[in-house]
């Protein structure tokens, strides 16, 4: 089978691997739609210290069911299902907690497990023990279904910050995660939503796509400013930033309404990590500063279910859908920004 494989730092391949057979506990799956992300990328380029290479990438994942293994009851060949990237272990202190994202003993598809830029794919006995595996609704096509790995992690970012019923919302970052946060909002009933980011021409594309109240460019206006002025000074219930940068996370204090909710949703880069928090914003107008990392089996369930209630559409914010061979060529488009969602159809 064909398969998209990661080498070492800049080294990937497109390359012919056998195809897997199906243990006992495991399912195998034909691919049929994995979805790209800036997580990506960023492998493509850096590697990942949890990635022992040759490594088969790809963790946004849907397909259809074509052997069980031995012990394994609930599924049957022809069953169309999405498949959770971070697996916890169920069985920690904090998994028995209910906190499954923060798992110390964490694995992911794509990372520990053979990805799904596949033909392929097994999906590990460990997937199953914490009901990873989810039923496609039958109106979903599985491009959609794919997309519901990062909605997952999009409700886990909502439901930290407690996004809730008449809020003013702003999303800090116009890519398909930005997208899928604005889309979130308004489903949770947000009053209003804002989407700001330095890249016009992105901030432009998204725009079109999931109508913001206002999009506001850090290219072209003093972000906090405007933020202020479309709030009537107040600034705004919740800001949640959805990009890789220091700068927008302490704009994100200083736009923050009182007793607003700041979402440091995307992590920043290792080697500068550090940014200037006003201390006495926080302080002052009760501030509430949370993280988010990832989604639990739980959260990938709710995601399935909202985008089958067309609660959260994600069909048109696939810009772009191509074949197994022409990966390589989805990793540079989202490196550029020029799509919102690139879709690998193997």
Do not use: W
Request: hydrophobic residues 45%; charged residues 20%.
């Amino acid at each position: 089978m064909k398969v998209v494989r990661f080498h070492a730092p800049g080294d990937v391949r497109i390359e012919e691997a056998a195809e897997p057979s199906t243990g006992a506990g495991e399912v195998k799956l034909r691919v049929r739609a994995c979805s790209t992300c800036g997580t990506d990328v960023k492998i493509f380029k850096f590697g990942h210290h949890h990635i022992v290479p040759p490594r088969i990438m790809g963790h946004e994942i849907a397909g259809e069911v074509v052997e069980i293994g031995d012990g394994v009851a609930g599924f049957a060949p022809g069953d169309r299902v999405q498949v959770i990237a971070a697996i916890p272990c169920g069985r920690c202190p904090d998994c028995r907690r209910g906190r499954m994202t923060v798992c110390p003993n964490q694995e992911s598809m794509g990372y520990h497990y053979e990805g799904g830029f596949a033909e392929y794919l097994v999906v590990p006995a460990k997937v199953l023990a914490v009901e990873g595996l989810n039923r496609i609704p039958e109106a979903l096509s599985y491009a959609e279904a794919s997309v519901a790995e990062p909605l997952a992690c999009v409700l886990n970012g909502q439901m930290l910050a407690r996004v809730s019923k008449g809020d003013d919302v702003v999303v800090m970052g116009s890519g398909p995660i930005g997208c899928l946060h604005v889309r979130l909002a308004r489903a949770r009933g947000a009053a209003r939503v804002f989407l700001v980011d330095v890249n016009t021409p992105r901030l432009r594309m998204a725009a079109d796509l999931v109508a913001p109240d206002a999009a506001v460019s850090g290219a072209e206006v003093d972000v906090v400013d405007e933020i202020r002025k479309l709030t009537d000074g107040r600034g705004a219930d919740v800001v949640i930033t959805a990009a890789a940068s220091g700068a927008a996370q302490e704009q994100a204090i200083a736009m923050a309404a009182r007793q607003g909710r700041i979402s440091f949703f995307g992590g920043l880069p290792k080697d500068n990590p550090v940014i200037a928090c006003d201390s006495n914003l926080v302080h002052y107008r009760e501030l509430t500063i949370v993280g988010a990392n990832g989604s639990s089996p739980t959260h990938n369930a709710k995601a399935l279910e909202l985008i089958a209630a067309g609660a959260v559409p994600v069909a048109d914010l696939i810009t772009h859908r191509l074949p197994l061979d022409e990966a390589l060529s989805a990793f540079d488009i989202v490196a550029r920004g020029a799509a919102i969602k690139v879709t690998i159809e193997p």
